[in-house]
C-alpha cells in the first residue's frame, strides 16, 4: 500500500460517521451501532426518553438486549430509531428509509403500532407485492421479508413488559428473527 492508502476499515467508519450524522441532521434520533443487524424502530418515545434520556435507556432497552443476546445477536448488533424527529414532528417514511439505507440492517423490529405503520408506509411499494395479507400488513408476530429486510411488527412491546403472559408472547416474536450471521 502507498503512503496516502486509507486503511478500508477507518474509510468504513469515517463513511458510516458521516452518514450517520447526516440522519441526525435531518432529525433522526438514534442509538445504538452504526452497523447493526437489527434496527428497533419505536414509534413513540416513553416519558424518560421524551425528557431527554437515550432510547431503550430503560426496562424496555435491557428487555431488548436480554433477548438479542439469547438468540445469539452480538451485544453490538442492533440500532434504535425514533418515530419521532428531534423536534417532536412525526419521521417520515423517507427518512426511516434513508436509515435502513444508511444503517444496512438484516432485520428491522417495529416496537409498537405507530413504529408498524411508519414501516408500512415506509415499505409500501415492497409490501404490497407480498401474497400473505398478514405479511404486507405488518400484522404483529408476521415476520414479513421485503426490501431485502425482514420486519417483525411486535405489538407493543414495552407495554407488554407489564405482563409475564405478553412478555412470553414477545419472546416468541422475537425468536422469529434469529441472527443470520454466526451466533455469537
Request: hydrophobic share 50%; net charge negative; charged share 25%.
Amino acid at each position: 500500500m502507498g503512503a496516502n492508502a486509507t486503511n478500508p476499515k477507518e474509510a468504513a467508519w469515517a463513511k458510516a460517521k458521516v452518514e450517520v450524522e447526516a440522519l441526525e441532521a435531518a432529525g433522526a434520533v438514534m442509538v445504538g451501532s452504526a452497523f447493526p443487524e437489527v434496527l428497533f424502530v419505536k414509534g413513540t418515545p416513553n416519558e424518560r426518553e421524551a425528557a431527554g434520556e437515550a432510547l431503550l435507556s430503560g426496562a424496555d432497552g435491557e428487555a431488548l438486549s436480554k433477548a438479542l443476546t439469547a438468540l445469539g445477536y452480538p451485544p453490538e448488533g442492533w440500532a434504535c430509531i425514533l418515530g419521532r424527529t428531534a423536534d417532536g414532528e412525526p419521521a417520515t417514511p423517507e427518512l426511516l428509509r434513508r436509515a435502513v439505507a444508511v444503517l444496512a440492517p438484516f432485520t428491522l423490529v417495529a416496537l409498537d403500532d405507530v413504529a408498524r405503520r411508519l414501516a408500512c408506509e415506509a415499505f409500501a411499494d415492497d409490501l404490497t407485492a407480498l401474497a400473505d395479507l398478514s405479511e404486507a400488513l405488518l400484522e404483529p408476530g408476521f415476520v414479513a421479508h421485503a426490501a431485502g429486510l425482514r420486519i417483525v411488527s411486535l405489538g407493543g412491546f414495552e407495554r407488554a413488559l407489564a405482563s409475564p403472559e405478553r412478555k412470553q408472547l414477545m419472546w416468541a416474536r422475537l425468536k422469529r428473527v434469529p441472527p443470520l450471521s454466526e451466533p455469537y
